[in-house]
Protein backbone atom coordinates (compact mmCIF):
# COMPACT_ATOMS: atom_id res chain seq x y z
CA UNK A 1 0.00 0.00 0.00
CA UNK A 2 1.46 3.31 -1.12
CA UNK A 3 0.72 6.41 0.41
CA UNK A 4 0.08 9.61 -2.14
CA UNK A 5 2.67 12.28 -2.52
CA UNK A 6 0.87 14.82 -1.64
CA UNK A 7 3.09 18.23 -2.02
CA UNK A 8 3.13 20.49 1.56
CA UNK A 9 0.62 23.75 1.19
CA UNK A 10 2.12 26.70 0.07
CA UNK A 11 2.71 29.10 2.66
CA UNK A 12 0.48 31.97 3.10
CA UNK A 13 1.63 35.45 4.70
CA UNK A 14 -1.54 35.51 6.21
CA UNK A 15 -0.92 32.58 8.20
CA UNK A 16 1.22 33.74 12.10
CA UNK A 17 4.37 32.58 11.59
CA UNK A 18 5.92 30.52 14.71
CA UNK A 19 7.80 32.63 17.02
CA UNK A 20 11.01 32.94 16.61
CA UNK A 21 10.90 32.22 13.06
CA UNK A 22 12.68 34.05 10.87
CA UNK A 23 10.32 35.87 8.33
CA UNK A 24 9.89 35.11 4.81
CA UNK A 25 11.06 37.63 2.57
CA UNK A 26 9.33 36.28 -0.43
CA UNK A 27 6.19 35.48 1.24
CA UNK A 28 3.47 36.90 -0.93
CA UNK A 29 1.53 39.87 0.67
CA UNK A 30 -0.92 39.86 3.47
CA UNK A 31 -4.70 39.09 1.99
CA UNK A 32 -6.34 42.14 3.63
CA UNK A 33 -9.33 44.36 2.57
CA UNK A 34 -8.36 47.33 4.61
CA UNK A 35 -4.95 48.52 4.04
CA UNK A 36 -2.71 47.79 0.41
CA UNK A 37 0.76 46.64 0.08
CA UNK A 38 3.14 49.60 1.21
CA UNK A 39 4.02 51.31 -2.17
CA UNK A 40 1.13 50.78 -4.00
CA UNK A 41 -1.75 53.77 -4.97
CA UNK A 42 -4.60 53.14 -2.57
CA UNK A 43 -8.02 52.14 -4.38
CA UNK A 44 -10.60 54.72 -5.31
CA UNK A 45 -13.14 55.19 -3.65
CA UNK A 46 -16.86 53.32 -4.65
CA UNK A 47 -18.44 55.84 -7.07
CA UNK A 48 -21.69 55.19 -5.75
CA UNK A 49 -22.82 58.82 -6.46
CA UNK A 50 -21.40 59.32 -9.30
CA UNK A 51 -24.20 59.33 -11.76
CA UNK A 52 -26.41 61.66 -9.31
CA UNK A 53 -22.89 64.22 -9.21
CA UNK A 54 -23.09 64.16 -12.83
CA UNK A 55 -26.08 65.08 -13.84
CA UNK A 56 -25.53 68.08 -10.93
CA UNK A 57 -22.70 69.43 -12.82
CA UNK A 58 -24.19 69.00 -16.37
CA UNK A 59 -27.50 70.92 -15.20
CA UNK A 60 -25.45 73.77 -13.50
CA UNK A 61 -22.87 74.03 -16.93
CA UNK A 62 -26.65 74.40 -18.84
CA UNK A 63 -27.81 77.18 -16.50
CA UNK A 64 -24.81 78.99 -16.36
CA UNK A 65 -25.31 79.31 -20.16
CA UNK A 66 -28.70 80.25 -20.34
CA UNK A 67 -28.09 82.81 -18.09
CA UNK A 68 -24.89 84.45 -20.56
CA UNK A 69 -27.54 84.17 -23.12
CA UNK A 70 -29.66 86.93 -21.86
CA UNK A 71 -26.68 88.42 -21.80
CA UNK A 72 -25.74 88.12 -25.10
CA UNK A 73 -29.19 88.78 -26.70
CA UNK A 74 -28.81 92.48 -24.58
CA UNK A 75 -25.33 92.81 -26.24
CA UNK A 76 -26.46 91.94 -29.76
CA UNK A 77 -29.90 93.83 -29.39
CA UNK A 78 -27.80 97.15 -28.67
CA UNK A 79 -24.52 96.48 -31.03
CA UNK A 80 -26.42 94.71 -34.06
CA UNK A 81 -26.99 97.34 -37.03
CA UNK A 82 -29.94 98.24 -37.83
CA UNK A 83 -31.78 98.68 -41.31
CA UNK A 84 -33.49 102.02 -41.78
CA UNK A 85 -36.30 102.40 -43.27
CA UNK A 86 -38.53 105.38 -44.62
CA UNK A 87 -42.27 105.68 -45.28
CA UNK A 88 -42.75 107.20 -49.27
CA UNK A 89 -46.68 107.54 -49.24
CA UNK A 90 -47.81 104.29 -49.44
CA UNK A 91 -44.42 102.36 -49.72
CA UNK A 92 -42.03 101.56 -47.15
CA UNK A 93 -38.72 101.82 -48.56
CA UNK A 94 -34.74 101.48 -47.27
CA UNK A 95 -33.29 104.75 -46.91
CA UNK A 96 -29.73 102.65 -48.10
CA UNK A 97 -30.33 99.94 -50.40
CA UNK A 98 -27.32 98.44 -50.94
CA UNK A 99 -26.36 98.82 -47.02
CA UNK A 100 -24.72 95.81 -45.13
CA UNK A 101 -26.87 95.90 -41.84
CA UNK A 102 -28.21 92.80 -42.07
CA UNK A 103 -24.92 90.86 -42.67
CA UNK A 104 -23.49 93.50 -40.19
CA UNK A 105 -26.17 91.92 -37.38
CA UNK A 106 -25.10 88.45 -38.41
CA UNK A 107 -21.11 88.80 -37.80
CA UNK A 108 -21.92 90.66 -34.37
CA UNK A 109 -23.93 87.78 -33.31
CA UNK A 110 -21.47 85.44 -34.56
CA UNK A 111 -18.61 87.38 -32.02
CA UNK A 112 -20.30 87.76 -29.10
CA UNK A 113 -20.89 84.17 -29.63
CA UNK A 114 -17.42 83.42 -29.95
CA UNK A 115 -16.72 85.57 -26.72
CA UNK A 116 -19.21 83.57 -24.90
CA UNK A 117 -17.83 79.83 -26.02
CA UNK A 118 -14.60 81.16 -24.78
CA UNK A 119 -15.42 82.47 -21.60
CA UNK A 120 -17.87 79.77 -20.31
CA UNK A 121 -15.60 76.74 -21.25
CA UNK A 122 -13.02 78.58 -19.28
CA UNK A 123 -15.31 79.35 -16.21
CA UNK A 124 -16.78 75.24 -16.47
CA UNK A 125 -12.32 74.35 -16.49
CA UNK A 126 -11.53 75.73 -13.68
CA UNK A 127 -14.54 74.85 -11.67
CA UNK A 128 -14.16 71.22 -12.67
CA UNK A 129 -10.74 71.23 -12.71
CA UNK A 130 -10.06 69.31 -9.34
CA UNK A 131 -12.31 66.47 -10.23
CA UNK A 132 -10.65 65.83 -13.55
CA UNK A 133 -13.63 67.89 -15.67
CA UNK A 134 -15.80 64.90 -16.98
CA UNK A 135 -18.46 63.97 -19.48
CA UNK A 136 -21.20 65.95 -18.06
CA UNK A 137 -18.73 69.62 -18.40
CA UNK A 138 -18.66 69.03 -22.28
CA UNK A 139 -22.42 67.87 -22.64
CA UNK A 140 -23.90 70.91 -20.53
CA UNK A 141 -21.37 73.15 -23.05
CA UNK A 142 -22.58 71.88 -26.06
CA UNK A 143 -26.43 72.00 -25.03
CA UNK A 144 -26.02 75.01 -23.10
CA UNK A 145 -24.28 77.08 -26.07
CA UNK A 146 -26.94 75.80 -27.97
CA UNK A 147 -29.61 76.46 -26.08
CA UNK A 148 -28.14 79.91 -25.23
CA UNK A 149 -27.73 81.21 -28.61
CA UNK A 150 -31.24 80.02 -29.13
CA UNK A 151 -32.63 82.08 -26.10
CA UNK A 152 -30.20 84.96 -27.78
CA UNK A 153 -31.35 85.26 -30.93
CA UNK A 154 -35.51 84.84 -30.05
CA UNK A 155 -34.44 87.49 -27.14
CA UNK A 156 -33.12 89.76 -28.96
CA UNK A 157 -35.55 90.07 -32.01
CA UNK A 158 -37.60 90.87 -29.03
CA UNK A 159 -35.76 93.48 -27.91
CA UNK A 160 -34.84 95.55 -31.00
CA UNK A 161 -37.12 97.15 -32.99
CA UNK A 162 -40.69 95.88 -33.60
CA UNK A 163 -41.03 93.64 -36.87
CA UNK A 164 -44.43 95.24 -37.22
CA UNK A 165 -43.89 97.53 -40.07
CA UNK A 166 -47.27 98.39 -41.09
CA UNK A 167 -47.45 99.79 -37.29
CA UNK A 168 -44.17 101.67 -37.48
CA UNK A 169 -45.21 103.12 -40.73
CA UNK A 170 -48.36 104.39 -39.11
CA UNK A 171 -46.67 105.71 -36.03
CA UNK A 172 -43.68 107.88 -38.12
CA UNK A 173 -45.91 109.09 -41.07
CA UNK A 174 -45.28 110.19 -44.47
CA UNK A 175 -41.99 111.12 -44.67
CA UNK A 176 -41.06 109.53 -41.31
CA UNK A 177 -37.88 106.83 -40.63
CA UNK A 178 -37.64 103.96 -38.49
CA UNK A 179 -35.82 100.90 -38.06
CA UNK A 180 -36.24 97.36 -39.04
CA UNK A 181 -35.86 94.67 -36.95
CA UNK A 182 -33.28 92.48 -36.55
CA UNK A 183 -32.26 89.21 -37.22
CA UNK A 184 -30.25 86.51 -38.64
CA UNK A 185 -29.73 85.64 -41.99
CA UNK A 186 -27.23 82.88 -41.54
CA UNK A 187 -28.48 80.06 -39.12
CA UNK A 188 -25.30 78.90 -38.74
CA UNK A 189 -24.21 81.59 -36.26
CA UNK A 190 -26.22 79.41 -33.73
CA UNK A 191 -23.89 76.83 -33.44
CA UNK A 192 -20.50 79.14 -33.04
CA UNK A 193 -20.66 78.84 -29.47
CA UNK A 194 -21.17 75.45 -29.02
CA UNK A 195 -18.27 74.63 -31.41
CA UNK A 196 -16.31 77.04 -29.75
CA UNK A 197 -16.55 76.34 -26.41
CA UNK A 198 -15.80 72.37 -26.85
CA UNK A 199 -12.82 73.81 -28.60
CA UNK A 200 -11.28 76.09 -25.99
CA UNK A 201 -12.50 72.75 -23.11
CA UNK A 202 -10.58 70.10 -25.18
CA UNK A 203 -7.42 72.34 -25.39
CA UNK A 204 -7.46 73.49 -22.41
CA UNK A 205 -7.67 70.07 -21.06
CA UNK A 206 -4.97 68.88 -22.83
CA UNK A 207 -2.47 71.38 -21.34
CA UNK A 208 -3.64 71.82 -18.53
CA UNK A 209 -5.98 69.07 -17.44
CA UNK A 210 -5.61 67.37 -14.34
CA UNK A 211 -2.96 63.90 -15.13
CA UNK A 212 -3.28 60.68 -13.44
CA UNK A 213 -0.02 59.14 -11.89
CA UNK A 214 0.69 55.37 -13.40
CA UNK A 215 0.84 52.87 -10.66
CA UNK A 216 4.50 51.60 -10.00
CA UNK A 217 5.04 48.28 -11.72
CA UNK A 218 4.96 45.23 -8.78
CA UNK A 219 8.59 44.62 -9.88
CA UNK A 220 9.22 48.85 -8.93
CA UNK A 221 7.70 48.17 -5.35
CA UNK A 222 10.46 48.70 -2.76
CA UNK A 223 12.08 44.74 -1.00
CA UNK A 224 9.94 44.30 2.19
CA UNK A 225 7.48 46.14 1.67
CA UNK A 226 5.19 43.44 1.54
CA UNK A 227 3.95 41.79 4.50
CA UNK A 228 6.28 43.65 6.65
CA UNK A 229 6.21 41.82 9.82
CA UNK A 230 4.94 43.45 13.53
CA UNK A 231 7.89 43.31 14.77
CA UNK A 232 11.85 43.32 14.21
CA UNK A 233 12.37 39.79 12.97
CA UNK A 234 13.91 37.57 15.90
CA UNK A 235 17.36 36.79 16.11
CA UNK A 236 18.65 33.44 16.02
CA UNK A 237 20.24 31.97 18.72
CA UNK A 238 23.47 30.61 18.60
CA UNK A 239 23.90 26.70 18.40
CA UNK A 240 25.66 25.45 21.14
CA UNK A 241 27.65 22.34 19.61
CA UNK A 242 29.63 21.51 22.99
CA UNK A 243 33.31 20.92 23.12
CA UNK A 244 35.02 19.77 20.12
CA UNK A 245 37.01 16.43 20.94
CA UNK A 246 40.55 16.92 19.38
CA UNK A 247 41.75 14.77 16.64
CA UNK A 248 45.28 13.02 16.38
CA UNK A 249 47.78 14.49 13.79
CA UNK A 250 48.90 11.61 11.96
CA UNK A 251 52.60 10.42 12.38
CA UNK A 252 54.82 12.07 9.65
CA UNK A 253 56.79 9.56 7.43
CA UNK A 254 59.98 10.18 9.18
CA UNK A 255 58.72 8.89 12.90
CA UNK A 256 57.53 5.88 10.69
CA UNK A 257 60.68 5.32 9.61
CA UNK A 258 62.61 5.64 13.00
CA UNK A 259 59.70 3.46 14.74
Known amino acids: MTVPNTPPEPARADVPAEPGAVPDPFAPPPASDQEPPAGLPTAPPAGGHRVPDELRIGAGVV?????????????????????????????????????????????????????????????????????????????????????????????????GPSDNLIGEARRVGNGGHFDASIDLGAMGALLVWPMVAMVVLLALSAAFGKREEDPPPYWGVPAGSYGDPAGPPAEVAPVDAGPVAPVDAAPAPEDRRQG
Open 63 to 159: LVCLLAGLVMAGLWAWLAPKVPLVVDGDRILYVDPEGEQRAGADAVFVLIGLGAGILTALGAFLVTRKRGGGISVALGLAIGGLLGSYGAWKLGRWL
